[in-house]
């Protein structure tokens, strides 16, 4: 049997940057990656990568940061005022923040600059602007479900799209993450960002 859109599939990958640094691997978070494929759940060039694969196959393949999350927008970079930051927090550049969705989510977000009044931060998806390879493999297939939900896939993927993160009206959470630690959850293009909001409102 062949993926084919619609199917259920589960894949174990790895994924680096151009100078071979791992950025994430499915092994750490100890299960493979299931999506349903052609449904927009993760980002488009790996979606299109599993096309035609066959359980045991293997395949490794470069996306351009226009096949994952996008170039780096300008437009995605917001300034607020830092009395809006945890008081007990110092807010520095290269630290990494929790942005709270409506939903409850927390998505990622990195300072960039900090001055006495306002923190800079910045909305892109941290592997925007960035070529990925990913090497894969492909380890069960199933029929398509019914109505196959977008939670089902694991929210630990960087490969998986993510929700944009409002700037206005929230407070953000610093989290411990470091600033060169990819999100967790998933990307979505800085264009797709932008067009989100007038559309509705996903990695892996």
Not at 36 to 62: C, N, P, R, S, Y
Not at 79 to 91: G, M, N, S, Y
Not at 153 to 160: N, Y
Request: hydrophobic share 35%; aromatic share 4%; with cysteine.
């Amino acid at each position: 049997m062949k993926v084919a859109n619609g199917n259920i599939v589960q894949v174990e990958y790895t994924g680096t940057f151009e100078d071979g640094t791992v950025f994430d691997d499915s092994s750490k978070h100890g299960k493979p990656l299931e999506f349903t494929v052609g449904t927009g759940q993760l980002i488009k060039g790996f979606d299109t990568a599993v096309i035609d694969m066959v359980v045991g196959e293997e395949k490794e393949f470069t996306l351009t940061p226009e096949e994952a999350y996008g170039q780096v927008n300008d437009q995605l970079f917001k300034k607020i005022p830092r009395d809006q930051l945890p008081k007990e927090q110092d807010p520095k550049v290269g630290m990494m923040l929790g942005m709270q969705l409506p939903t409850g989510q927390q998505v990622p977000v990195l300072i960039t600059e900090v001055d006495e009044k306002e923190v800079t931060i910045d909305l892109n998806h941290p592997l925007a602007g960035k070529t990925l390879t990913f090497k894969i493999k492909v380890v069960d297939i199933k029929e398509a479900k019914e109505e196959p939900a977008k939670e089902e896939v694991s929210k630990d993927a960087d490969v998986v799209e993510k929700e944009e993160a409002p700037v206005e009206e929230e407070t953000p959470v610093v989290e411990e993450t470091p600033a060169e630690a990819p999100a967790k959850e998933a990307e979505e293009t800085s264009e797709e960002k932008e067009s989100k909001e007038e559309k509705k409102m996903g990695c892996a």
